[in-house]
C-alpha cells in the first residue's frame, strides 16, 4: 500500500504540475486533457481482466452470446433496464468476444470518454471560453471524474452503467449548448443524449427531465425547445410496453431486501469513496472534509459565473437522486446507488468548478489534486485486495480442480449462474437425486462479513462421507468431501448443508 500511495502522490503532483499549466496557456490544454485520459485509461485498463465475472457480469455475457434476435427476447425477459447496453455489447463481443477484459473493454471506453465530457462540461459552466478559471475548471472537472472510485469500478463492469454514466455527462453538455445558442440542431442533438440515456436505463429519466425543464424555463418555452422535449417523451412512451412487461417480472425486489434508510446513506458513502476502500472510515471522512472545502472555497473565494454554474450542475445531480428518493418514500422503490450513477459526473463537474475557483487558485488546485491523489490511493487498494473486489467465482471454479462426477453446493443460489459459466459441464441436479462419490461445498462472504464462510462449520453430506481437502481465500471457501463407492444424495438435504434453505443451489455433472 505505501508503494500503491507513493505512486498516487507522484499521479498527483504530476496533475498538479498540469493543471497550473493551464493556467499558463489554451495550447498547453490540450497536454492537460491528454495527461488526464492517459491517468482514466491506466486506472481502468491495465486489470480489466484481473477480477472473476461476478453474477451480473455472467448474465451480460451469456446474453451477449447469442443472435440478435436472442438478445431482445432476454433483455425483457432476464433484465430490468432497456436494451442499448446489451445491443452495444452484442456488437462489440462479436468482434472482441465475451471474456472478462474484452467485454469489460466497453465499459472501460466509455468511461474514459466521459473524462472527456466532463472536460468540456467543466468548462463551459466556469467562465469565458479560454480563460484560466475555465481551463482550471475543465481539468479539476476531468481530473476528478478519472479518478472516482466508483466510476473506476464500474468501468471495469460489463453492465449499462458507465453507458449511463457517459450519457448523463453528455446529455448535460449538450443542453448547455443549447441553452448558450438554442438552434434547432443543439437542441435535436440534446433530445438524441437524452433518449439514448433513456434506452440505457430507466433511471437517467430523472436528469434528463431536470434538463428539459431547466431548457422550458430558460428558453422560455420555444417551440424548438418543445419539439425536442417532446421527442424525448416520445422516447419515453416507446419504452413503456417493455417497462411494464420487466415490471411485472419485479427483477429488481432484491432491492428492498436492504433498507431504505441503509441504501440512503451508501449513496453519499459510496459516491466518495466506492463500494470497499482500505481503511475505508478514515478515506470517507477525509474525502467528504476535501469536498466540503471545495464547496466553502466557491462560496468565499469563487466568482459569480462559478457559483451559478456549479449550482447548475450540481442540481441536476441532485434532482438525479432526490426525486427517486422521494417516489421511494411513497413506495416506487428502486432506489440504490449504481441506479443514481447518472448523477455522479455532473456533481463531480460541479465540485470541479469549485475547486477551481477564481481567487483562490492554488488553494483549489491543493484541495483538488489532494482528493484525486486519494481517489488514485483507493483504486490501487481496490486492485491490490481481493476482499474488496468482486466475488471470485472464476476462482471457486478453478479450485473444483480436474473434472469428475460430483455434486456442488453453491451458496449463495445466485452463485450457480457463474460457476455454471465457469464449468458448463454443471448442471442442477434433478429432485430425486442421484448417486456421487465427491461433494463439494463452495461458499462464498454475505453482504455483511469481509470474511469467508468458515469450512469447520461445514458438516460431511453422510456418515460415508470424509474430507478430503479444503481451499480457502479471500473471495471463497471450498470444502471437499469424498466417499469409497458413489453415495445416494438429494439436493434438498445437500442444500442445508451450509445454508438455510432456497439459500444453496446444488449442481451436479462432470465438472
Known amino acids: 500500500m505505501a508503494l500503491g500511495n507513493g505512486w498516487a502522490l507522484g499521479a498527483a503532483r504530476l496533475a498538479g504540475a498540469f493543471l497550473d499549466s493551464a493556467a499558463m496557456s489554451v495550447r498547453r490544454s490540450s497536454l492537460v486533457l491528454g495527461g488526464i485520459l492517459v491517468l482514466a485509461a491506466l486506472l481502468r485498463v491495465p486489470t480489466l481482466g484481473a477480477q472473476s465475472f461476478w453474477f451480473d457480469e455472467t448474465v451480460t455475457a451469456r446474453l451477449v452470446d447469442q443472435d440478435l434476435g436472442g438478445v431482445l427476447a432476454q433483455v425483457k425477459g432476464s433484465e430490468s433496464t432497456p436494451p442499448l447496453y446489451y445491443l452495444l455489447a452484442w456488437a462489440w463481443s462479436a468482434v472482441l468476444g465475451t471474456g472478462e477484459a474484452a467485454l469489460r473493454s466497453l465499459?472501460?471506453?466509455?468511461?474514459?470518454?466521459t473524462v472527456a465530457v466532463a472536460w468540456l462540461l467543466g468548462r463551459r459552466l466556469a467562465g469565458e471560453a479560454g480563460d484560466a478559471t475555465s481551463l482550471r475548471s475543465g481539468a479539476l472537472a476531468?481530473?476528478?471524474?478519472?479518478?472516482?472510485?466508483?466510476?473506476?469500478?464500474?468501468?471495469?463492469?460489463?453492465?449499462?452503467?458507465?453507458l449511463l454514466a457517459f450519457l448523463g455527462a453528455l446529455s448535460a453538455l449538450l443542453a448547455l449548448r443549447a441553452r448558450e445558442e438554442p438552434g434547432g440542431r443543439r437542441l435535436a442533438a440534446w433530445a438524441v443524449a437524452g433518449a439514448l440515456a433513456l434506452a440505457t436505463h430507466y433511471f437517467a429519466a430523472f436528469l434528463i427531465a431536470a434538463e428539459a425543464v431547466w431548457l422550458l424555463v430558460v428558453l422560455r418555452g420555444r417551440r424548438s425547445v418543445l419539439a425536442a422535449a417532446g421527442g424525448v417523451a416520445v422516447a419515453t412512451?416507446?419504452?413503456?410496453?417493455?417497462?411494464?412487461?420487466?415490471?411485472?417480472?419485479?427483477?429488481?425486489?432484491?432491492?428492498?431486501d436492504v433498507t431504505l434508510t441503509t441504501r440512503v446513506a451508501q449513496v453519499p458513502k459510496q459516491f466518495l469513496v466506492?463500494?470497499?476502500?482500505p481503511i475505508e472510515l478514515v478515506t470517507g471522512v477525509l474525502a467528504l472534509v476535501l469536498a466540503g472545502a471545495g464547496a466553502a472555497l466557491l462560496l468565499a473565494r469563487g466568482d459569480?459565473?462559478?457559483?451559478?454554474?456549479?449550482?447548475?450542475?450540481g442540481g441536476a445531480g441532485a434532482a438525479a437522486v432526490v426525486v427517486p428518493l422521494a417516489l421511494a418514500l411513497v413506495g416506487i422503490d428502486h432506489f440504490l446507488t449504481r441506479n443514481t450513477l447518472v448523477a455522479l459526473p455532473v456533481l463531480l463537474v460541479a465540485l470541479g468548478v469549485a475547486f477551481a475557483a477564481r481567487r483562490a487558485p492554488r488553494t483549489g488546485l491543493a484541495l483538488g489534486g489532494g482528493l484525486a491523489a486519494l481517489w488514485i490511493a483507493i483504486v490501487i487498494g481496490v486492485a491490490l485486495e481481493p476482499r474488496f473486489q468482486r466475488e471470485d467465482w472464476r476462482g471457486a471454479a478453478a479450485a473444483l480442480g480436474a473434472p469428475a462426477d460430483r455434486a456442488v453446493v453453491v451458496t449463495p443460489v445466485s452463485g450457480v449462474v457463474p460457476l455454471k459459466y465457469y464449468r458448463p459441464a454443471l448442471e442442477p441436479m434433478p429432485a430425486d437425486g442421484t448417486a456421487v462419490g465427491e461433494v463439494v461445498v463452495v461458499g462464498l462472504p454475505d453482504d455483511d462479513s469481509d470474511t469467508p464462510p468458515d469450512a469447520a462449520t461445514i458438516a460431511p453430506p453422510g456418515p460415508a462421507f470424509t474430507e478430503a481437502g479444503r481451499t480457502q481465500t479471500a473471495g471463497f471457501t471450498l470444502v471437499r468431501f469424498r466417499a469409497p463407492s458413489p453415495q445416494p444424495v438429494v439436493p434438498a438435504a445437500l442444500a442445508g448443508l451450509d445454508a438455510?434453505?432456497?439459500?444453496?443451489?446444488?449442481?451436479?455433472?462432470?465438472?
Open 107 to 113: 465499459s472501460a471506453l466509455l468511461g474514459i470518454a
Open 142 to 162: 476531468a481530473l476528478l471524474t478519472a479518478c472516482c472510485p466508483l466510476l473506476v469500478w464500474f468501468s471495469q463492469e460489463a453492465r449499462a452503467y458507465a
Open 237 to 256: 412512451l416507446a419504452l413503456a410496453p417493455l417497462a411494464l412487461a420487466q415490471r411485472e417480472r419485479d427483477l429488481a425486489d432484491f432491492i428492498g
Open 274 to 277: 466506492g463500494y470497499d476502500a
Open 304 to 313: 459569480e459565473r462559478q457559483r451559478r454554474g456549479a449550482l447548475l450542475a
Open 500 to 511: 438455510p434453505p432456497g439459500q444453496a443451489g446444488v449442481l451436479m455433472g462432470a465438472g
